[in-house]
């Protein structure tokens, strides 16, 4: 399997993350979001600002990397979290990522 986080620069380029804590919220809020990955040094604020909102919802999750790596990988600073608003883009993701999230991609899809 190639790279995930060489996919999530694609995710971006393709306008289909939203990078940030803030912007993760706002498309969590929207029902944009498919899939929230979290850096795994995020501060506990920022981790609770997220999962405040993960919690009344079916949206996947993950804890990926540093947030160094996660702002490399979408093209910006360090960040704590990043949502993927693609459904594909999740799936796919995931299966690179090689890891099951706290809840499953096709709960989190919405059609």
Known sequence: MGDPMALLGLARRAGAVATGTGSTRRALKEGRARLVLLAQDASETQRDKVMKLLRHGKTP????G????LGLAVGS???SAVAVTDGE????????LGVEPEISVENGTRR
Do not use: D, G, Y
Not at 61 to 64: D, P
């Open 61 to 64: 999750r993950a804890t990926v």
């Open 66 to 69: 540093t947030r160094q790596a």
């Open 77 to 79: 600073a360090p960040v």
């Open 89 to 96: 883009f999740a799936k796919e993701l995931v299966a690179r």
